[in-house]
């Protein structure tokens, strides 16, 4: 299964890269898609998670050909 995943703003340049294509054996959980394809930070309290354009929960199953997108908070003025 293959998974698109895209980091925004401050996260990609905090990890060195703007996306990936994340390949999973069966449906993940986000939370467990950043571990896969970032082992090296754990979770970010703060990111939002987006799972085919769509706010969702690090608890949201991920599918094949789904698009996930990690950002941190918008703010604004």
Do not use: H
Not at 6 to 31: C, D, H, M, Q, W
Not at 56 to 68: N, T
């Amino acid at each position: 299964m293959s998974i698109k995943v895209r980091y925004f703003a401050s996260l990609k340049e905090r990890i060195g890269r703007a996306e990936e294509n994340a390949a999973i054996a069966e449906p993940v959980t986000a939370k467990s898609l950043w571990q896969q394809c970032v082992p090296e930070l754990p979770p970010p309290e703060q990111v939002l998670v987006a799972i085919n354009l769509e706010y969702a929960d690090w608890d949201s199953l991920v599918r094949d050909g789904d698009e996930v997108a990690f950002f941190p908070p918008v703010t604004g003025g």
